[in-house]
């Protein structure tokens, strides 16, 4: 059984409010952390649907949700397919997507997230299907790594990056977390390198979304949630990089303008000294929530 505590667990809570009797979606359910927290909230009535597109977390969240018995359910699939797996008609007290890469993809070397584990360069979520980050390395222009690069990494030095990636994938294909790492460190100058994260950072963040297609159907699969919350339900969000966070606050602010809704958070909630002590991961989270009105008509 895994110790992964979630990340914002106790703000999360306070936002969505779980009672019990409420019926609740985590559209990314990971390892099963937050689920287990909201079933806890929620007893002895609260129900909880979990999705998750990694096979191997569902594995681990099904043992960690187990005790709840039939009060929860978890489903294999994309958030962006919400419609059809959660059916017709059904609708939520409260709803939670926790974006980006779990604590299990970055911690298990096979995976190929982190450049501080030595591994295949694969980054895939779902190992079932699609091209692998070191297959995307191998076939791209070098244009369109830099572009790439820039647009998913906000790296200043996507150009520099592409150049040396290019040349060194003609001496060898660079097939592991290790040699990618290198190859993007040596490119960037010395004193230009970042001080609180790894040079490479931005640029695997770069791939892992390219490779995932994190971002292309986020805010459809999040006003689509939205339009499954029943009046009073919430909805909360958790961020760990620009592009995502600035997905969730424009949407949030349309909906709002829109009416129907209204945002709980007017500055996104970020870790406390303490839990970014305990760990470190959790320094760029940020939470933004929205509530439906009471009365608010359905979206149809």
């Known amino acids: 059984m895994t110790g992964h505590v979630p990340v914002l667990r106790a703000e999360v ?16 359910v990971g390892l099963g952390g937050h689920a287990e927290a909201v079933l806890q909230a929620s007893e002895p009535t609260g129900t909880l649907l979990g999705i998750d597109r990694d096979t191997e977390a569902l594995v681990e969240a099904r043992q960690r949700v187990a005790p709840f018995g039939p009060r929860a359910r978890l489903l294999q699939g994309r958030y962006e397919a919400l419609a059809d797996l959660i059916g017709e008609g059904t ?7 926790d974006l980006g890469a779990s604590s ?38 070098e244009r369109e790594l830099a572009d790439l690069i820039f647009r998913w990494g906000e790296e200043r030095w996507s150009r520099r990056i592409a150049w040396a990636i290019v ?12 040699a990618l790492a290198d190859v993007v460190a040596r490119a960037i100058p010395r004193t230009a390198w970042p001080r609180q994260i790894h040079p490479a950072t931005r640029t695997f963040q770069a791939l892992r979304i390219a490779v995932n297609d994190e971002l292309t159907g986020l805010a459809t699969a999040l ?70 009105s009471p009365a608010a008509p359905k979206a149809g």
């Open 13 to 28: 809570l306070a936002l969505l409010q779980p009672r019990p009797g409420g019926n609740y979606l985590d559209a990314t």
């Open 91 to 97: 609708e939520f007290d409260g709803i939670l997507f």
């Open 167 to 178: 040349e060194a994938r003609r001496r060898a294909p660079i097939e592991t977390t290790v």
């Open 223 to 292: 006003e689509a949630a939205v339009s499954r919350l029943r009046a009073a339900g919430r909805i909360a969000v958790i961020s760990f990089h620009s592009l995502e966070d600035r997905i969730v606050k424009q949407l949030w602010r349309g909906l709002q303008a829109a009416g129907g809704v209204r945002i709980l958070t007017k500055r996104p909630v970020t870790p406390g000294e303490a839990e970014v002590a305990a760990n470190p991961r959790a320094r760029s989270a940020k939470l933004r929530a929205l509530e439906r």
């Open 104 to 141: 299990l993809q970055l911690d298990t070397a096979e995976r190929g997230f982190s450049f501080g584990r030595g591994g295949p360069l694969d980054m895939r979520m779902d190992r079932s299907g699609g091209e692998t980050a070191a297959g995307l390395l191998s076939r791209l222009p």
